[in-house]
């Protein structure tokens, strides 16, 4: 199977390249925040615990996080072919449940792949992002605050990574299929 980590800050371009991905490889996609989303729009109990946390810009507690995933997993189709994390982990522990649950049904990450952004791009691409798509967490407070929780909570994720030698660093600027064609490479030389 293969298995990526898309991973990278808010606006690094991680649902773009996933899409792209998908359509090579054939995977199958688990974007976490495309499933807290649903949840809010449905205005379900989870959406409504997600939105507190969402429209501040702080992430979902653990403990849901690592349920939620689990029912993703569980939703797998017998002959998938590999899956696409998009937005998960998030974390040190969500990555450790991570690796535990993908053993648990025999597989595991294949690797890491690492969008790496400047933080004035980000800004830009995310209030474009809100502009032309209406989504509530892409006005300038709640990014500021997405950005502050990335470097505090999620991008130790790379140092650890990058000690297992999974982590794949992708220049995330420039034009959308230049930057597919990097991750490509990278998957192709794993
Ligand atoms: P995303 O679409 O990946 O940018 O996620 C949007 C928002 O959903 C994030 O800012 C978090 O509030 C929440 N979220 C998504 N995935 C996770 C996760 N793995 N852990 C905690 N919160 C998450």
Do not use: W
Not at 1 to 8: D, E, Q, R, S
């Amino acid at each position: 199977m293969l298995n990526l980590v898309l991973f990278g800050a808010p606006g690094s371009g991680k649902g773009t390249q996933s899409e792209k991905i998908i359509d090579k490889y054939g995977l199958h996609h688990i974007s976490t925040g495309e499933v807290l989303r649903k949840q809010i729009k449905e205005g379900t109990e989870l959406g409504k615990i997600a939105d507190s946390y969402i429209s501040k810009g702080h992430l979902i507690p653990d403990d849901l996080m690592i349920d939620i995933l689990r029912q993703e997993l569980k939703g797998l189709p017998k002959d998938c072919k590999g899956v696409i994390f998009d937005g998960f982990p998030r974390t040190i522990p969500q990555a450790v449940e991570l690796e535990n649950l993908l053993a648990e049904t025999g597989t595991e990450l294949t690797g890491v792949v690492g969008l790496e952004v400047p933080e004035e791009e980000l800004v830009a691409r995310m209030l474009k992002r809100g502009k032309e798509t209406g989504r509530a967490d892409d006005n300038i407070d709640t990014i500021l605050n997405r950005l502050k929780v990335y470097h505090n909570q999620t991008e130790p994720l790379k140092e650890h990574y990058q000690g297992k030698g999974n982590y794949m660093q992708i220049n995330g600027l420039g034009n959308v299929d230049g930057i597919f064609n990097s991750i490509v490479k990278a998957i192709e030389a794993k």
